[in-house]
């Protein structure tokens, strides 16, 4: 066992702690834009409320009418915007030992003048830390809600994805339908060509599911070999359709095995959001569709659309 030595302690210094409380009040009430901007700043991780903070203390400073922030995160756009634009604007990419934190816009009907662009870099060089920070956060919410082989969203994601959905269904009356696709005899694929080529199997199908959909459509590495679709404003026919259209392309991947050309095809089932339903009964139904697809026969789809 390491030895740490013993911490010596000293009496408190009656005029050090006095420094220190009027050190603390002068920093809670101080007159100072840039350490009170950095003091809200530091509250947060939330990106969006970052900028909602920048974009207040910065327009007290230098009026604008417009504020436009794009980043690139992982494989999402964080976009923020407010105000109205105008016919002059100052743009700055944001970055910090070399690595880019995004893009900020100001616009606004007169030009910005050298002093004004001036104070705009000095508030965004107090804010860049807590910027990046935030950004780095972004990044590792994402990572917890993707799969890190396919690169697409995982069942937590998935969850929280059917929450969201049920809600906006039962406020809007509108439909939203649920693709759950399981690929036929996977363990066999592993068992006979290994780990490495399953996994790039794997990879193929959620290309291929991603190039079947819509952009507002979404795809979910459900579990091992298993992917659920989630389609917005999609009738259960409409969901059949989609389900036939990923099926068919499933079952054109080619990959080189050796002797023999290798292919995988997939069953589906499908399952159309019901009213006051709970999003794992949802889940349910169409994980039982997707059952009946697998003892019918497999590489077909079935669709359930009620729960006994």
């Known amino acids: 066992m390491k030895n740490i030595p013993s911490i010596h302690q000293s009496p ?10 009027q050190a603390h009040k ?4 101080t007159p100072d834009v840039l350490t009170r901007l950095t003091r809200r700043l530091s509250t947060t991780l ?18 604008f009418s417009a504020l436009n922030y794009r980043h690139r995160i992982g494989k999402q756009d ?21 690595v880019n934190y995004g893009t900020l816009v100001l616009q606004r009907r007169q030009r910005f003048s050298e002093q004004e662009l001036e104070g705009v870099e000095m508030v965004l060089s107090a804010a860049i830390c807590p910027i ?28 929280d994805a059917l929450q969201r959905s049920s809600l906006l269904s039962e406020r809007h009356g509108e439909p939203y339908s649920l693709v759950l696709c ?20 794997l990879q193929l199908a959620a290309c291929e599911i991603e190039k079947s959909i819509r952009t507002s459509d979404s795809v979910y590495r459900f579990g091992g070999e298993e992917f659920a679709i989630l389609l917005p404003h999609t009738s259960e026919q409409d969901a059949r359709d989609v389900a036939e259209r990923v099926r068919e392309a499933i079952a054109a991947i080619r990959v080189d095995g ?3 050309e290798l292919k995988v095809t997939t069953s589906c089932g499908v399952a159309t959001f019901l009213p006051k339903e709970a999003p794992q009964a949802w889940l349910a139904r ?12 497999r590489n077909c789809t079935r669709v359930f659309a009620t729960i006994s």
């Open 12 to 21: 408190s210094q009656p005029q050090k702690l006095a420094a220190l409380r």
């Open 46 to 63: 939330s990106l969006e409320q970052q900028l909602a903070i920048l974009a207040e203390e910065l327009v007290a400073i230098v009026p």
């Open 258 to 260: 050796g002797e023999k």
């Open 182 to 201: 399981d690929l036929d005899h996977f363990k066999t694929v592993n068992d006979t060509h290994g780990h490495v080529v399953g996994d790039h199997l």
């Open 286 to 297: 169409a994980d039982e569709a997707l059952y009946r697809a697998k003892h019918q026969g």
């Open 132 to 159: 990046r920070n935030a950004c780095q956060y972004v990044a590792i919410e994402q990572a917890s809600l993707t799969d890190s082989l396919t690169g697409i969203p995982n069942k937590r994601a998935l969850d």
């Open 26 to 29: 002068d920093w809670n009430n």
């Open 78 to 98: 964080f976009v923020y915007a407010t105000g109205m634009g105008g016919p002059h604007r100052c743009e700055y990419r944001l970055s910090l030992e070399g």
